[in-house]
């Protein structure tokens, strides 16, 4: 196994993957997030698996999955705006009492039986309206936990490992529950989950960060961020695919209940089985990317795992077997991790520190608010076509994407070298 040196220190190739957690404001942090995450995931899958059962509707499945996420695509900007002019730790714990709250209504509602469509709808909206002030501070803030900038490459790629770990975990939980007692549970727990991310928050010591303050509007200020990224080739690029592997890439997402009951007539344990496959396939590209010495050559890595996200989509489509489509979502789940994940180290590491916020917020709106359009889309092609040929004709959208897309990106690798620091080990390595 080979060594490397961190501090002064060899250490193997393990702990090269976690060195990150040396820093103990980012343990407190992956702890408690990754606590409250497999919560959110439990929730994702219950609220889908409740929304079909209910309805019968692959329509509205796509209709909450668009107010569910629409949102945080009109707001992203304005929330960007906040996070490089105020603290985004305390940004950071606001939404995650706010989203508490909303998931203890959504139990409350489900437990007692009340619960009803617009219900849903409604809460998602009000979900989304928080998740819009909260990606672009936590993506930010992330930087915050780190007190070597040769480490952010690695805190990010942790940071992905985290999230789809517990995409691992929370599905295979939800579905157990789903059977067992019902969606309620699911709701829950996840609004208990949040007191764990709330409480490491407070428990981090920090040191204040700069914020410069000027005279400039709300307006200019976001027309600031947007000519500055759209100034850069390489953040425009890496926005363009992020937005393109997400229209394309999610919906498979939504329309996970209708081949769960629908094409593989299995119930809601089925449904958890295919989102772990998934979580499986993202962790394993997260813990790729954690391995990595250098940020250098992601530009051809993001259009490549576009590739290989459409490729798993036209396998998933086309299977009508569990194993076979488990199989297919983990490809699924190791393309759209790898490019979100590369996408998200080559923003952060390229970005000043005074717009980190807005552009990340930019990420947000191509990532989370490129979603439910391709929701939306997927849920009314799938009620005229089926739920397969739609992820079908997503597959070869992002293959066709990736290679038109990721020459433009690719051409640029003359120009990354100086701009992506270079994270190499004293021994040559």
Same mark, same amino acid.
């Given at each position: 196994?080979?060594?490397?040196?961190?501090?002064?220190?060899?250490?193997?190739?393990?702990?090269?993957?976690?060195?990150?957690?040396?820093?103990?404001?980012?343990?407190?942090?992956?702890?408690?997030?990754?606590?409250?995450?497999?919560?959110?995931?439990?929730?994702?899958?219950?609220?889908?698996?409740?929304?079909?059962?209910?309805?019968?509707?692959? &329509?509205?499945?796509?209709?909450?999955?668009?107010?569910?996420?629409?949102?945080?695509?009109?707001?992203?900007?304005?929330?960007?705006? @906040?996070?490089?002019?105020?603290?985004?730790?305390?940004?950071?714990?606001?939404?995650?009492?706010?989203?508490?709250?909303?998931?203890?209504?959504?139990?409350?509602?489900?437990?007692?039986?009340?619960?009803?469509?617009?219900?849903?709808?409604?809460?998602?909206?009000?979900?989304?309206?928080?998740?819009?002030?909260?990606?672009?501070?936590?993506?930010?803030?992330?930087?915050?936990?780190?007190?070597?900038?040769?480490?952010?490459?690695?805190?990010?790629?942790?940071?992905?490992?985290?999230?789809?770990?517990?995409?691992?975990?929370?599905?295979?939980?939800?579905?157990?529950?789903?059977?067992?007692?019902?969606?309620?549970?699911?709701?829950?727990?996840?609004?208990?989950? @949040?007191?764990?991310?709330?409480?490491?928050? &407070?428990?981090?010591?920090?040191?204040?960060?700069?914020?410069?303050?000027?005279?400039?509007?709300?307006?200019?200020?976001?027309?600031?961020?947007?000519?500055?990224?759209?100034?850069?080739?390489?953040?425009?690029?890496?926005?363009?695919?992020?937005?393109?592997?997400?229209?394309?890439?999610?919906?498979?997402?939504?329309?996970?209940?209708?081949?769960?009951?629908?094409?593989?007539?299995?119930?809601?344990?089925?449904?958890? &089985?295919?989102?772990?496959?998934?979580?499986?396939?993202?962790?394993?590209?997260?813990?790729?990317?954690?391995?990595?010495?250098?940020?250098?050559?992601?530009?051809?890595?993001?259009?490549?795992?576009?590739?290989?996200?459409?490729?798993?989509?036209?396998?998933?489509?086309?299977?009508?077997?569990?194993?076979?489509?488990?199989?297919?979502?983990?490809?699924?789940?190791?393309?759209?991790?790898?490019?979100?994940?590369?996408?998200?180290?080559?923003?952060?590491?390229?970005?000043?520190?005074?717009?980190?916020?807005?552009?990340?917020?930019?990420?947000?709106?191509?990532?989370?608010?490129?979603?439910?359009?391709?929701?939306?889309?997927?849920?009314?092609?799938?009620?005229?076509?089926?739920?397969?040929?739609?992820?079908?004709?997503?597959?070869?959208?992002?293959?066709?994407?990736?290679?038109?897309?990721?020459?433009?990106?690719?051409?640029?690798?003359?120009?990354?070298?100086?701009?992506?620091?270079?994270?190499?080990?004293?021994?040559?390595?």
């Amino acid at each position: 196994m080979n060594n490397h040196e961190i501090d002064g220190y060899k250490v193997s190739g393990l702990k090269y993957i976690l060195r990150t957690f040396r820093y103990r404001n980012y343990r407190l942090f992956f702890g408690g997030q990754g606590i409250s995450l497999v919560g959110t995931w439990m929730q994702r899958i219950a609220l889908g698996w409740l929304v079909y059962r209910i309805t019968n509707s692959v &329509f509205l499945l796509g209709i909450v999955g668009f107010v569910g996420q629409f949102p945080t695509f009109l707001l992203a900007p304005v929330a960007g705006v @906040y996070a490089d002019r105020f603290n985004r730790s305390r940004i950071f714990i606001i939404t995650q009492i706010l989203a508490m709250f909303q998931a203890l209504v959504l139990a409350a509602l489900v437990i007692s039986g009340h619960i009803q469509v617009w219900h849903i709808i409604v809460l998602s909206i009000i979900l989304a309206l928080i998740n819009a002030f909260d990606m672009p501070s936590r993506q930010s803030f992330i930087v915050e936990l780190v007190e070597k900038r040769e480490d952010l490459v690695n805190a990010i790629a942790m940071n992905s490992a985290m999230f789809n770990g517990a995409r691992l975990v929370g599905p295979s939980i939800a579905g157990i529950l789903i059977s067992a007692v019902g969606e309620g549970m699911c709701f829950l727990l996840n609004g208990v989950s @949040y007191i764990a991310v709330v409480i490491a928050l &407070f428990l981090m010591k920090l040191t204040p960060r700069k914020v410069v303050r000027d005279d400039k509007n709300m307006m200019q200020n976001i027309k600031e961020g947007f000519t500055y990224a759209m100034r850069h080739p390489s953040i425009r690029s890496v926005l363009v695919l992020i937005a393109l592997g997400s229209l394309l890439g999610m919906p498979y997402a939504v329309l996970a209940p209708v081949f769960a009951r629908d094409i593989l007539h299995g119930g809601p344990h089925t449904l958890g &089985f295919l989102m772990a496959a998934s979580g499986a396939g993202a962790l394993t590209g997260a813990l790729y990317l954690a391995a990595r010495k250098s940020a250098q050559g992601l530009e051809r890595i993001i259009p490549v795992s576009t590739t290989i996200l459409g490729i798993g989509l036209v396998g998933f489509s086309l299977s009508h077997v569990l194993w076979l489509s488990m199989i297919a979502l983990v490809i699924v789940g190791f393309g759209m991790m790898v490019q979100m994940a590369s996408g998200n180290t080559m923003l952060q590491t390229m970005v000043d520190d005074d717009k980190r916020g807005r552009v990340m917020s930019f990420h947000a709106m191509a990532f989370i608010g490129m979603a439910p359009l391709g929701s939306l889309i997927a849920g009314i092609l799938a009620g005229e076509i089926g739920a397969p040929y739609t992820l079908l004709i997503c597959g070869i959208g992002c293959i066709l994407g990736a290679v038109i897309l990721g020459r433009s990106l690719y051409e640029l690798k003359e120009v990354l070298p100086p701009v992506i620091p270079q994270i190499t080990t004293p021994t040559g390595e």
